[in-house]
Structure formats: structure tokens, C-alpha cells
């Protein structure tokens, strides 16, 4: 497989993926250390009680159906559990589900995803099917599926091909299964990230001349949208679900402001009050971290360069620093610039012992973590997402998640937020896959306030969503 | 084994502990659901791998000690890890182990405890051994035990006796095990809820002619010293770590503010913002959770009837109402006014779909969970500590740990609170073990602010605190 | 003077200040009231002690220069303390003073300006002076000016043209002999409200052939602008003041959250605690207001129609209902939608005695005070700024500022918000004065991030801004 | 008179009020600066308008009593209304008022009192009046009468002796007026400050004989009444409001947390949003200040000696200090510690050009205000209660009520917190009238949670402040 210059983000990521060796270790901590957990329906489940690959086994589904590939057919019913409890929090993907379940507006549609495979996608992929959808589905990451609820859509007659620790190879192994099927075609693809995009980009570009539309949730999926807009080379309309207010707005703010806590509680479980914390940035996501540190106890300072934001972060209360200013008497340090090397082996070298690092930015690479890697250092892993690493001194940092991101691998989406972004990729679906000839070009969309004379869809989302909100109030 | 009526509460207690059933059918969803959990070294550890009970099993540590029952000496290495990290958030006792080690004040000591088994036990029983004292170890509780902590002690030649999962009949064996020993006699008791005390008072009782005292840190075993006092019966000083003001609002004020947030994250994964709480007393306890769930952005009313209280809850902007008020449209109930049944079945019957119900007090008995045992309604384990309990209509309900105690059964208690604890402990075992004939009669003291010429104890204790305190800010 | 469509609003405020009798009564119950006062530089002046018209007075200050007409020249000691108080809290303006100071990026501009006559406009002033302008100046408000602050400017040697209680013939009379003078043309205009720019644009069209610019900086005055602008009528480029993000948030968020709490308390002295408040609207304003309340402990609800400020006040933890459901339980109504007519006569019938009505929004209309002018319902002006309205059921609310806006009616404007205000006109001035040929047309702009080889400026600005947000922090 | 050892605090505050001199200049800001003021009820009323002494006038009442002595009975109207205000914030009170007026239990009662004379003291008056009692009022303070409120009062037939600016001798000879009248023996007192309580000590021993109590509400108050105690000669029962649970709650925490706000904005019109604070001590005022700066986006340090405390300051976010620390940058210094000298003469030196200093602790003596009256510093009253103090270098810190309590002096108290003291003097007084032979000693007493067979009325009245309570929330 040939990559190109835009797939070099994710080149990177794939190498800093752990090694085998490395993941064994991690298996050996785990299965010593935690076992009653309390841990969440996103949380990821493990690989360890069988090492045959997926790839290797023969499963059927109940009704032995066997168009999928997962990790052990046998956890659906714990799956569908996670399934009922996600839906609870869910109203407004819910009540779409049932007001459009009559009308079936994605009758003939055939949907290939590729996204996060949890108990908040099965609902969504569940609302689909209700609306009359066929779906293919892969992960859009080799570590975030949640085994039983894979294992519940493929009991429920879903074909998805997933599972948690996949290799790379397996990665696109899963996704060309989803695609490449004798006698069925995609005509919608629903993305996060842009690898299935891609795929078919490389392999199957004359699948697009049935495809009706591209949803893409992510940021960077959305940037390569927009390159191959530029270029040209977009050869159907697409739908930029990444920039709508509430996902912004949730997915930075309001979910941050827990998020924070949670995976910072899961990994450490420090106590808040009275420590010092710098928050690297005060965007949505540093002024979510901010508040809910403040509110625990925290003492904050804050690093900003734009104006703007250092003027909030000012006058809401937080003491404007540079970094080296307080980097020797900080208890944690938090990213969340949207930069790179925001913190350097520098500042790491002048921690003090038992500093916690971690970041809640969009790129792995605030935290130099690289620099991390010499043979001075000593890395020991304490627990799953948890690593000291030790100077010759004997002085520790706790890095939390190898730089990667805190919410997304230590902590919990809640569902409520996760609710917002899936009901505005299923409304984006149904405006691409019904929208008359001619509303949509070859470009990149944001979801229109109205959808034609299915204006009532997008208000009914809204309406729901409020409706959620003021019997929450 | 003759109980009596003081040890009812107790009696009661394990009366509700899950029967064998309960706890397969809770091992089967763990075994299903989390394993690369993010939790914490307080969490409890799995006793699935491995179905032999301690006593059956025959273990040495390395240097060939077998004076220990514990799970698996072979997690010793995991357990260090533990205790090591502890350490770093037990300042105070850290510096005490320091600072008196020279001057060895337990030298000579025999403590006999029974508490929980956690890193953080550790770090205190590894400060009394630094400080000249013998310890033998049994567990206050029959879950609460760290297995692969109670092997890094067991592996560091402390004499431990205890697992994560005793039956009743392991727990007292336990106890027995710690105390009647040939060529051994405790000089110190170190308890938590009063067991051990009892079961001295019971079996033992000559031995208090060679006890100089017990330090004693619950509520509960509190109340039984005082009982036993006022009764003429209490035959050596004890020290009520219980009631000191450090003590009463780190465990309460403080440390609820943040296990509040953590103990419904990790069961429920519920997102606090625009949700509606009823929290019901207006304690520290209750105000630390309203505090907490009022910065994450829930709507939060409050019940409570002592006129004092209620004003505070007033004056920080809470709404004062009567449960049936708001029973109907809140999202979150939660319990912490030290009373009985302040929740009940018609309460309950009131609720809406999906509504979480807690308890944060001091009692099991805060919400009736009796009366919800009732044929017409199904009870759902989703997962650890998490039940479902659904009405005939459909209606589900989320009961979280039983009705017991969220911050003990689903969180985690943070390092830095306990230290506090732990520090007021050894400084009380050092105080009437040193204290001079006649200064303390067989009556139950608090901690005295000096400590006769030893008053630099208690000095470089709060020093020591405050110098973390400082140092931290 | 013929008056305009577009003026229609201001005939209709001027319609609603106090008649003369109306004053005179306020007049009486000041001189009761109030002396000892803890009032403010910003806080309006008393012109009880001398009734003759400014008009009908000679004075000159002590160069014996008598261009100006203003209340009483001898307080000008006093009015250059409150400048004095005013450069502390100012320090941008006066580091761009300073640095520009050489340069006299201003030299040879004459300009006229109609704002309010306040220790920070003199500030304002007095650094365009020494930027090399030359100013003449009149009231945009016939209260609002300082006459202390006026004396002073005159005895520095300003030609000031204002008082507080001008009539309505006075304040177009002052506009007028700032503009009409023998041997001198303004060539720039500082607006404030568009009165100003209106009278040139009647009186003396051809004035602007040698104007080079508007700064404007109301809402107001800049839609009438954009008005102008439409209808092909702007005849040399304007500024847009009104709409940079820094005066938004200024004016709106942060100042708010502190005038909310000083008017309410300076016009009632009602404690904050415990009380329910109705905050309607939660734009910038609304998120102000709603935040320094629930920090007192008050009880907070909100009104709100957009759906996405709805979920914020949501996510903020307030809860959104209907005016109607609460209001006959809360104790402060505020409005701050941008809407007419939001507190109608039917929600003032509902509301419970005693309770507090205000504004904080744009419009006077937002409460239907004309409403309340009926003969059933009783006036009585219990202090200045504050109305009892009385029923006949002898219950009575609490009015203030006739719902004018509470902020600057009732409380002050702090310094430091103005002093951003101030800096941008004062760059803005600069900008238009210096632009080359062409840059820009008859149109409304907004002030731009760079400005040509000048762009050091607004850096300067910006990092003054900086300098002074990071030095308090 | 001589004055006695326990008197020397009182002697000193006298010598520190300003001189005929300095009141002199301070009208002559006065009547410059504020006018058209939003002062409060409870602001201080102007003396300027009339320079004649009250007791060199004659008046009467318009039922021609004559029997008072205040600054003018024409303002008799204005200060009914402020009455009327006060009683829509006293709801307690007023229930007292009616539920009592039948039973009458102060019939008989003679009541010299000794207190604020402000519209609340009026609606306390009036209620012992309602229930029976007669009065005689003289003002505790040489500032704080409310002449209208006087006025009031007087024409409603209330024997008030008291007018804002009194002199020393003033202040004794109206104390005397109360107490020294023909044919009239009070039976009770109800002090605040224990001036009353010592002059007839003083001078008129033998009326204890036919007093039944004393009711005391201030610390030096109480203090002077456990010193009488102690020396054996406190000759009747006297009742501690002081020291009651509400009073210290709601006159510390509460109250402080709005007037650190509203004495700060009302003097300086500072805006809080990213300044730095310091609070010097963490006791319940303190907590009350740095809740609110906090809130408002200051950036707030606390200095604190208490190892309790201290850590309270930490866990709720605040760092620790030490003044010197931050004394350069700190934009206000807040004392409040109880202690003598925090803030010296060394730290004012160093603090930077334009810092706020001010005392909301019990005592005067927090800043050294004597060490700023040195030749090289040149002192600027600028407005009332606000002073400029000028280094050599041009420096200026502005000292607010010369170091007096910033609240009392520069803010107002809400009605709501004095209406829980009043209540509370109001039952001690029928508490202490009414207890049967026997049940007091002469010694100091706190009130009863019950009073013998009345124990109605304390239920009574904390259910009416909860019956507020709950109808506000």
C-alpha cells in the first residue's frame, strides 16, 4: 500500500502504536493489577483471555449468520446491555429513531462506516438500520473497540469487522472487508478520520460513481477533505460534521470539563485540592480543564499566547505564566494547545518528583515524548495507561497515556455528548442521501440549518435535544 | 461465637454481603466486561484466577517466612508498585518515618491491627516497623483487601493475614490468626470498626493486662469504646482518631467533593452537566457533593431538616426542598444524612426511567434497598456494583453499590486523605505507648494537641502537614 | 430640526427622560437621601446647588481662556483627581500616550467628539492631545456627565461643551458650538450614539469634504451608520468600534458579572444569598449576570429561546424555564434579551411583594414600564434610581432605573473596561487619520489586526493589553 | 470621667477620630464629589446642611413631644419609608411582631438601648414596642445614626437621642439622656459595645437593682461582661447574642462574602476581573472574601497561621503565602486575621503604585495606619472614606476607612443578616424579662434553644427564618 504526503500524521501514529513487546508487558501489568474494575462501557475491553486472532476464528451469529469479524461472538449479551444503558442517554438519536422509523427516509441506503466501535455507535448504527439503511462497519482506531458490543451488533445481524488491539494490518484487513463484498455497493460512507475514504480512494475509486456522499466527523479526516476539494480530486459532496456549534462546544468545553477529572482520577487518583496544576492553552478544552480544576480545589495557573484567550483566562481568575515559570513547583501539567512540543525534555528534566503529565489536545505531539525515549531514563509501566519515568536521580514523572489523549484513552465520552455528534451524522446522512440532484457539488458542507422541504428533520433534532435539555431542567 | 447487641449493626451488615450466588454472577460480569481498567491501587483486586482459598495454600516469601495468609505471594513486585506510589501523596507519614527513626518511640512495640489492607496501610504499618514496632495484620473488611499489596507485605516479612473475598469464618479466622500466636502478646491495638477489640474482649481477655491502649479510627468502633467505657468495662486507654477536626473534614468535606464525581463517573459514566440532583443532608458530607456536582454544572436541590443547616444550604444557593417535590423530574439521588430510610420504596416508585440512586452516608440503611426485593421487580446486574432494578412498566432505576457507601464501594479514597489518617494514628500509638503511668486512665481520649515532652511529635506532625500544604501551593 | 426615520428611537428616549417635574422630585429626594456617599468618580454630579444654566454663565479658566460652557469651572481641582484616579486603571491608553508621544501620530487632526463626559474620556482626551490632535467635545447624554470632570478639562484648556441635566435644546446647542466655530473645521469625528455625525450631516454637509473619518461606538450609532452606508449616503469611511471582540467581551461578560452585583446592591442593599432570581436571556450579558449571582448563593433561573444558549445555561447548571412558572416565587427579575417588551404588565401582576425588577439589556423597552403608568397603581420614588410601584392590594415592587439599563444607570463602569474602549478609538483615529489614499472607501469597517507600516500600534495595544493582564497576574 | 484598663481600646478608637480638622475637609469632598448618589438606607446621612448642634435646637414632634434629641424631626418622612423598606428583609421579625402583639410578653418592660440607630434598629424598636415595652434610645457610634431614621422614630414618640457626627462629649451626654429621667427607671438593657452598660455602672449603680438583664450583642461587649463576671461584680444576668450560631455565620461568611465586594466597588470603583488579592486570614470573614474575589476572577492569595485553616485555604484552592511574597504584585491587601499590625509599615513600602489596602477584621489595629502619618508621606482624602497616601516617589496606595472595618464604614450590612440578630435580641430580651426567679445567676448566658414554657418563640423564630428561608429557595 502506497501512503501519501497527507497520511504522514498517521505513518507517525501507527509507529508510536506500542510494540509487540511493549503490549505485553502491558498485558502482564494488567491481568496482575485490576480485575473488578469499575470501569465503563468505554472502556476497552481485553484481549488476553484468548490470544487466537480474530482473523483465525469461525463465528457465527445465533441465527448463523457469519458476515463478520469479531472478538468472541459469545459477550453479545453483555454488549447488548451496554447497548440499552447508552440509549438512555440518548433521547435525541432516540426520538429520531422513532419519528422517521415510519417514513424510513434511508430506505436503499447502503452504508459503509468506519468509526469508534462502541455502545454509542451500535445505537447509532442501530437508528440507522430503523430508517431503513443496510451498514458495513470497521474501527476507525485498533485499540477503541469495545469487544461485546461488536459482538452485540454482529448477534443483532450487523457486519462488523472489528476488535480491540488490532495490528495495521488487521486495521485495513477490516476495512476492506466492509468494502469489498461481491453483489453489494456502498452508495453512503460515514467516516471518522478518513481512513475508509481513502481506502477506497486507492482501491475501488469507481465505487464512487454510486456514492452519493461522504459524512466525516473529525478534524483531520475534514483537513483531507478539504486538500482533495482543493485539488479537485473530491468527486462527491461531503459533510463537515466536525465544525457544528454544539460538537464543538461539547465536545471541548462541557465534555472536558469532566473528562479531566475522570481520567486523571482513573490513572492517579490524586486528590485535587490543593495542588497546583498549568494548563497549557485556554481554548474550549483548557477553559473546560481550568474550571473544573478550580472547582475541585485546584490551584491553576494557565499558558496562552493569543491575546484574546489570555485576557479570559485573566479575567476568569487564572494567573498567566510561562511554562518554566512554574514548572518546578507544579503537582500536574495538562496540555492543550493544539501545538507541538509544547512540552519539551526540558521542562520535563526540572519536574518535580511525582509531576503528572498528560495531555487533552487534538495531537499526540504536545508532550515531546520521544524525547523521553533515552537510555538515562527508565520507563516503567505502573499500571495501563500509567508510566513513571524515572531520571538517574530516582525522580519520577507520571506520563499518562504515552502524550496520546487523556479523555480518549483514560477517561470516559459520556454518552449525552456522544448523543449530539451521532444524531447530527445521521441527520447529515439523510440530507446527502435524499437531497434533489444538484443541491450538493463536488465540496465539502456544513449541515444546513434547513434540509429542503425535510427542514422539520433538523428542527426535530434540535427540538429533541432541547426538549432533552428542558426536562433535564 | 456469642454476639451481642452492640455488634448488631455489624451482624446486619454482613447479612446483606452478596451470598456465594451473588458473587459468581458478579465475577462472571467482571470476567466479561473490564480488564484494562484504569483502576486504581485502591481498587479491589480479582480473586477469579485462582479458586483455592489462602488457608489451603502453603506460600513462603523469599526468604522462606511463612508466618502469613494472604492470596498470592508471587504479586508481591505489582503490590511494591503500589506502596511505592503511595508514598508519594503520604508526606507527613513519610517525614514521621524520618524524622523518628533514629529515636525508634515503638521500640518494643507488639501492634496487632485490623484495618483495611491498602497501599496506604502499608505505608503506615512499614512507618510503625521503621519507628521499632512488631506488626501482625488482619483485614476490618472482607473486600476491601489489595491482594497484591498484602503480598508485598507478606514479601517485606510482615505478618498479614488477609484476601480480597474472606467468608465470615475467614475473617475471624483471620484475626485469630494476627493475635494468639505462642510467644507473642500484642502490646498495642490498632482498630478500625472494633473487631479485633471485640474479639480480644472475647477470647483474650487477659491480654489487655499487657495492652497499653487502642487506637481506634471508625465511627463505629468509637461508638463501641464508649459504650464499653460508660459500662465500667473498658480496661486500657483508648485514643478516638475519629473525631479530630483534620480527620472529619478531609474524610468528609474534601474528600466527598471529588469521590462524589468519581464514584458516579466510574459506575455510570453519567455526564453531570444540565442534570437535575437531589442531595438529601446538608452535612460536610452533603455539602462537599453539592459543591462538586453544582461546579460540574448539574441543578442541584437540597433536603434537610436541621434549621442551621438548611440556611447554609441556602445561603450557597441551593434550593431547599422536600424529596417529593423533586422526586419525579431529578436525574441523581443521593443520600448522606447519617438517618435511615430517608429513600423509600414510594420514593423509589416515584422516580424517573433511568434515574441513579446513591448513597454517600454513614449507614446502609439511607435508602431502603429491602424494598425493592419485591417479586414484580427485576433486578439487572450491568455491571460491577451497578444494578438495574426495573418495573413492571419497563421503569429502570440505577442502584449503585447496594445502597453502601459510593466512596468506599466505587471509587477510590485519594492517597493524600488517608495520609492524614494514617499519620494520626501512628502518632496516637506513639502517644500512649510512651505516655507516662496515670496520664491516661481507661476512658477514650482524642488526641491530645502536645504530647508531654514528646510534644514535638504532634508539632512536626501538623508541621509536616502544613509543610506539604505549603509546599504545595 | 427635522428628525429622520432613523432617529425615531432617540425622539422616543428623549420622550421618556424626566419631565421637569418629574427631576425636580428626584431632585428633593437626593437632597434627603444621599450626601455622605460612597459614590464614585463615574457617579453623576449634583447641579442642585446652582440653578442658573450654564448657558447664562461666564467663566474662564485660569489662563483666562473661555472657550467652553460647562457647570462651574472651580471644581476643577477635584474633577483632576478623578482624571488622576482614572490614568491608574488605564494603562494601556497611557503607554500609547507615552510611546507615541514623539511621533504625534495625530499631529494636525482636529477632532470633534460627542461622548460621555467621564474621567476616562478626559483620559482619552488628554492622550489625542498629546498625540498632536486638537479636540473640542460635547455630551452624548444630557446626565451623564461629570461636571467635575468637565471643569477640569476646561481649565487644562479644552473646549468642553456639557453638563449634567443639560435639556434637550442644551445638548443639541453644545453639539452645535462644538462644530460651528469661526476659522476652524474638525477634520475627524469621535462618535458616540450618531447625534453628532447626524447634526453635520444637517447642519453643515460640507464639512465633510474635509473630514477623514467617523469612529463610532454604539450600537446605536453604527447601524445607523451601516443605515447610511446602504443608502449610498456615508460620504467618508467609518469605524466600527462597537464590534471588536475585546469591547464585547468587556463590555458585556466580564463588566457585567460586576455591575450586576453593584447596581442591585447600591439601589436595594438586598443580600444576594439565598434569594431566587429570574435572569432572562443568557447571551454575554445573561452569562454574566447568571455567574455573579449563583457565586452569592443565589438561585438562578434562566429564560431563553435560542436553543444553543439554551444548552449553555443548560451546561452552566442553571435551569431553563418559562417566565411564568417562576415568577411568583422569585425575589429579582432581571432582563437582558435584546427583545421588547420581555416583563410585561400581566408578569409584573404575578410577582410576589417586594420583588426587584431591572434591566441590564440593550433597549429600555425589554420591561413594559409604560405599563405600569396606570391610575390603579401607586409611584413612590424611595431613592434615586429606585421606584415602588403599589397596588391596591398594598403589594409592591422595587423598579429601578425606570428599566433604563441598571449598569449605567445605578452602577459604575469599571475603568479598566473603558480603558480598552478607549485605546481602540484612540488607535482608530490614529488609523484613519494615517491611511493612505484608497485604503478605505465610504464604507463601515472594522478596525483592522494590522495597519499598514503602523501595524506596530495596535501591537503596542495589544500588548499593553498584555502587559497589564499580565502583570496583575 | 475616668476610664478604666478594660476601657483602653475604646479610649484609643476615640483618639483616632478624625479631628474637627480633618472632618472639616472631609466635608468640604463631600460636598464636591457625591451627590446624586445610590446610597442605601443604611448609608450615613449628611450633617452638612445644618450646623447648628442638636442639643442647642428645640423640637418637637407634630403631636408636640419633645422628649428626643436628633438632627432634624422634618426628616421624619423619609426615614419612615427606609423603615418600610427594612421590614420587607426582616421577615422574622416581623412575625414575632405579630404572633406576640396579642400576648404582650414585654408588657411592663422599660428598654434602654444602646445601638446603631438605623432603619433595622427602628424595626426591632418598633417590635418591642408592639410587644409592650418602652424605650430609650441612644446611638453606640458617633457616625452611624441615620438622621432620618432618628427623625422617624421620634415623631412615632420613641425617646431617641442619637444624630450622625456626635462628639465625644455628644455621645455620653445622649447615653445620659436615656437613662437619667425623672420618674422613669429602665428595667432591662440592650448594649452594643457595653457603653451603656458602663456608665450606669459608673454613674448610676443603684438602677441594677431594678434591672432584670442585659442583653449584649458585640465581641468588646461581651468581653467587658466576662471580665465583670470573673471580677465578681456583674450584679444581674446577661445574655451573650453574640456568640450564637446564625449570628457568626451570617455576620462573617455570608455577609462578608457580598460587603468585601460592595465596600470595595463603592469606594474605588475597581473592577475585580484579574486582580490580584491577598486576604490575610482564613476564618469564616476571610473565606467570605476570598469566596467572593474568586468568584468576581480575581487571583487571590492567603496568608494564614492556623495549621487548620490553612489547610482549608489550600483545599479550597487558594495558595498559601507569606505577605512579603507577594506584597510587590498584589493589587489589594485584605486583612482580616483578629490580630494586631498584619500589615506594617515595611509592607506598605513595598506594595506598588496605586494598591488597595483595607480591614474587614474586628479590630482597627490590623493595619498600622499610625506608621503611614509620618512627614514624608503626604496624605489626599479623594473622596469620603478613601485616601491617597503619596511616597516621596509619587507612588500612591489607597487606604480605604483609614483601616477601620470596610464593611461598616464603606459598604451596608443586608437587612436580612441584621434581622437575625435583631430577632435573637428581641427573644433574649423576653427571654430574660420573663424567666422565673432562679433560672439566671448573675453571670453571661448564651440564649436557650428552648426558653422554659416560651419555648415557643425560639421555635418560632427559627421557624420563621427557615419559613423564609424555604420561601425563598
Not at 346 to 356: Q, S, T
Not at 370 to 394: K, N
Not at 446 to 459: A, E, N, V, Y
Request: glycine share 8%; hydrophobic share 35%; aromatic share 6%.
Amino acid at each position: 500500500m502506497k501512503k501519501q504526503i497527507q497520511f504522514a500524521d498517521q505513518k507517525q501514529e501507527f509507529n508510536k502504536r506500542p510494540t509487540k513487546i511493549g503490549r505485553r508487558s502491558l498485558s502482564r501489568s494488567i491481568s496482575q493489577s485490576s480485575t473488578d474494575s469499575y470501569s465503563s462501557a468505554a472502556s476497552y475491553t481485553d484481549s488476553s483471555d484468548d490470544e487466537t486472532s480474530p482473523r483465525d476464528k469461525q463465528q457465527k451469529n445465533s441465527k448463523g449468520n457469519g458476515d463478520f469479524c469479531i472478538k468472541n461472538i459469545k459477550q453479545a449479551d453483555f454488549g447488548r446491555r451496554e447497548i440499552e444503558i447508552a440509549e438512555q442517554e440518548m433521547p435525541a438519536l432516540m426520538a429520531l429513531r422513532k419519528r422517521a422509523q415510519g417514513e424510513k427516509p434511508l430506505a436503499g441506503a447502503k452504508v459503509v462506516g468506519c468509526t469508534h466501535i462502541t455502545a454509542q455507535t451500535a445505537v447509532l448504527m442501530e437508528t440507522l438500520s430503523a430508517l431503513g439503511a443496510q451498514c458495513r462497519w470497521a474501527a476507525c482506531n485498533i485499540y477503541s473497540t469495545q469487544n461485546e458490543v461488536a459482538a452485540a451488533l454482529a448477534e443483532g445481524g450487523f457486519s462488523v469487522f472489528a476488535w480491540k488491539g488490532e495490528s495495521e494490518d488487521d486495521f485495513w484487513w477490516c476495512i476492506d472487508r466492509c468494502v469489498n463484498l461481491e453483489g453489494w455497493q456502498p452508495n453512503m460512507i460515514l467516516d471518522d478520520g478518513g481512513d475508509l475514504t481513502h481506502w477506497i480512494y486507492k482501491k475501488y475509486p469507481n465505487m464512487f460513481k454510486k456514492i452519493k456522499g461522504i459524512v466525516e466527523e473529525s478534524v483531520t479526516g475534514v483537513h483531507r477533505l478539504y486538500q482533495l476539494s482543493k485539488a479537485g480530486k473530491l468527486c462527491v459532496p461531503a459533510m463537515n460534521v466536525n465544525d457544528s456549534v454544539t460538537k464543538q462546544k461539547f465536545d471541548n468545553l462541557y465534555c472536558c470539563r469532566e473528562s479531566i477529572l475522570d481520567g486523571l482520577k482513573r490513572t492517579t487518583d490524586v486528590m485535587f485540592g490543593g495542588k497546583q496544576v498549568v494548563v497549557c492553552g485556554y481554548g474550549e478544552v483548557g477553559k473546560g480543564c481550568c474550571a473544573a480544576l478550580k472547582a475541585m480545589g485546584s490551584i491553576v495557573y494557565v499558558t496562552e499566547i493569543d491575546p484574546i484567550c489570555a485576557l479570559q483566562a485573566c479575567m476568569d481568575g487564572f494567573r498567566l505564566v510561562k511554562l518554566n515559570e512554574v514548572i518546578r513547583q507544579v503537582d500536574i501539567v495538562i496540555t492543550c494547545t493544539g501545538n507541538k512540543n509544547v512540552v519539551v525534555r526540558e521542562n520535563l528534566d526540572r519536574m518535580k518528583n511525582g509531576c503528572i503529565v498528560c495531555n487533552m489536545g487534538h495531537s499526540n505531539t504536545e508532550i515531546d515524548v520521544a524525547s523521553l525515549r533515552t537510555p538515562e531514563l527508565t520507563w516503567e509501566r505502573v499500571r495501563s495507561q500509567v508510566d513513571h519515568v524515572i531520571w538517574p536521580d530516582g525522580k519520577r514523572i507520571v506520563l499518562l497515556a504515552e502524550g496520546r489523549l487523556l479523555n480518549l484513552s483514560c477517561s470516559t465520552v459520556p454518552t449525552f455528548v456522544l448523543s449530539i455528534t451521532a444524531t447530527t451524522q445521521a441527520l447529515a446522512l439523510i440530507e446527502l442521501y435524499n437531497a434533489p440532484e444538484g443541491r450538493y457539488k463536488q465540496d465539502v458542507y456544513l449541515l444546513p440549518k434547513k434540509m429542503g422541504k425535510r427542514d422539520t428533520h433538523i428542527h426535530m433534532s434540535t427540538g429533541n435535544v432541547m426538549k432533552t435539555v428542558i426536562s433535564n431542567s
